[in-house]
């Protein structure tokens, strides 16, 4: 059980979509032409940031999903990342993009990356609605983020604290109140 807790309200629903149609615009113009991108969401929290993105974006797309090991029901990162479910498709010579909800220390993205940069794609981009810059263990930045926040264990809108909040329509910050 989760110690008990409130939710402060930091990013807004309507900001979250005009901040996905701007990511959009910048998305297009960098796969213009393409014969097909593959969205590669990272589950679970990208799950709501994915259908949110594909929605607003105006190209051929293909969307598969793959599952690394992250927090479990914690608050801290374990730091070792392991595949729990890969893709469905191959992506040698493909145009990818990789949906992450928050780059934090880095470990995840720094793996899945590496992960399907061997399966030589024909490009691999990535984007991360949050981003925490002063968290992170290892050098990796995401090609677009959406917000960069303060070091605060956000939930909502995809994002979870022991598997509750996914279902909220804003990005909250976390308090603990006790218990
Ligand atoms: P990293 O490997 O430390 O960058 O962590 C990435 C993953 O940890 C994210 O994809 C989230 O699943 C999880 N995570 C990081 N920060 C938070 C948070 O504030 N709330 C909930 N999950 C988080």
Do not use: C
């Amino acid at each position: 059980m989760p110690q008990d807790y409130t939710i402060e309200q930091m990013i807004s629903a309507k900001r979250i979509s005009a901040r996905i149609e701007e990511l959009a615009r910048e998305i297009e113009a960098t796969y213009a032409g393409t014969d097909k991108l593959v969205v590669v969401g990272l589950l679970r929290g990208s799950f709501v940031f994915i259908a949110d993105l594909v929605r607003e974006l105006d190209l051929p797309v293909e969307v598969d999903f793959l599952e690394a090991s992250s927090y479990g029901d914690a608050m801290e990162s374990s730091r070792e990342v392991r595949i729990l479910k890969d893709l469905r498709g191959e992506i040698g010579g493909r145009d990818v993009l990789v949906v992450e909800d928050i780059v934090d220390t880095g470990h995840t993205l720094h793996h899945v990356t590496n992960l399907l940069r061997s399966r030589s794609p024909a490009r691999l981009e990535t984007i991360a609605l949050l981003d925490k810059p002063t968290r992170r263990e290892v050098d990796v930045r995401a090609t677009w983020t959406g917000f960069e926040i303060p070091d605060a264990f956000v939930v909502g809108y995809g994002i979870d604290y022991a598997q509750r909040n996914r279902n909220l329509p804003f990005i909250g910050a976390v308090q603990i109140t006790g218990g």
